[in-house]
């Protein structure tokens, strides 16, 4: 393989195993972050030669959405997302040889909560609320601008699973006894969260709240897939086609992981504990039902459609599975 390929934000877990990839396959990868450790954020030159003549730029850069949205983290989640994307956009236009394929992360969250019916993308409703104005300002920026030369695809990515993903403070749970459903419930608002935005409004009951995740192994098939199809543009749903509930999610994990037993956790421990731990109830309360319409359009074949494989599948890696769940 000789292609370079540029991953911006490559400090996460699929930062990381994207690069694996690309490395193991003999492409030339250019990481680019604050620290670098091939080009710094702040080096815009530097920006500019490396998505010079680049197969494709990867843009995962962000701060985690895994805190507390008070004032200040709420100032970097938008900064983090928006300035990084502004300087891969400014770097393509400079160069004399853009890259053909730029893929930027965006989130399935855009779309609002949904027990009704599946959001794709041409029949989903967007949402409302910080999460999801952060969303909106991220594509906003992605798209602006005219780059021509460039195909800008907005990864809409469900909840990604994979080793080091948020399946890891889910199966500690599991180990713990404390592996049932996360299950809603009623709690007091502060005006300064229903302004900022934050503040999760009761809907879904008995962890009924639907839960639309990817395997990994499918975030980097469906970056693959796309430069053969220079037709598709835009946002695309990064998502299994079988999206599953709460409720489900942690019977299986349960299942897999050898727990007859998990508690479930009420809203009231939730909001206590995501205190606590510094997060919001939103990551795990919100019903995402996300559907990748375009992709099975195109005849995108996904690595793990099904959740209980893909979960066997990462326990296995980790060698967590369970012998009764390994049947």
């Not at 990481?31 to 954020?41: H, Q, S, T």
């Not at 970097?76 to 236009?93: H, K, P, Q, W, Y």
């Not at 469900?158 to 404390?178: M, Q």
């Not at 793990?304 to 390994?326: M, N, W």
């Amino acid at each position: 393989m000789s292609e370079r390929i540029v991953i911006a934000g490559a400090s996460g877990f699929v930062g990381r195993y994207l690069e694996q990839h690309y490395r193991s396959a003999g492409a030339e990868v250019v990481l680019v972050g604050r620290a670098g450790p091939d080009v710094r954020w702040d080096d815009s030159d530097g920006l500019r030669a490396a998505v010079t003549g680049a197969s494709a730029v990867i843009n995962l850069a962000g701060k985690s959405v895994n805190c507390r949205y008070n004032d200040a983290n709420r100032a970097e989640i938008f900064r983090s997302r928006l300035e990084t994307t502004r300087a891969v956009g400014d770097a393509i236009a400079a160069s004399d040889a853009p890259p053909p394929n730029w893929f930027n992360a965006s989130t399935a969250t855009i779309y609002r909560h949904a027990e009704d019916r599946p959001m794709t993308e041409s029949t989903g409703e967007l949402g409302t609320g910080f999460s999801v104005e952060v969303a909106k300002a991220w594509e906003r920026e992605l798209f602006a601008g005219d780059l021509p030369a460039t195909r800008r695809i907005a990864l809409r990515m469900a909840i990604v699973l994979g080793d080091g993903s948020a399946l890891t403070p889910l199966v500690n749970l599991v180990r713990a006894g404390l592996g049932g459903p996360q299950v809603d419930g009623p709690w007091f608002a502060t005006p300064a969260r229903r302004s900022a935005g934050t503040f999760h409004e009761f809907r879904a009951r008995g962890g009924a709240q639907r839960f639309s995740w990817v395997h990994i192994a499918d975030v980097l098939g469906v970056i693959e897939f796309l430069p053969d199809r220079p037709d598709l543009s835009g946002a695309v749903n990064v998502s299994s086609p079988n999206p599953t509930d709460d409720r489900t999610l942690m019977a299986t994990l349960r299942r897999l992981l050898g727990r007859r037993i998990g508690l479930p956790a009420y809203r009231w421990m939730l909001e206590i504990g995501s205190a606590a731990i510094r997060t919001e109830t939103e990551l795990v309360l919100k019903s995402r039902w996300v559907v990748p319409e375009r992709l099975l359009d195109a005849g995108y074949s996904f690595a793990y459609p099904e959740l209980e494989p893909a979960l066997r599948d990462i326990l296995t890696d980790r060698g967590l599975l369970h012998g009764v769940g390994a049947r």
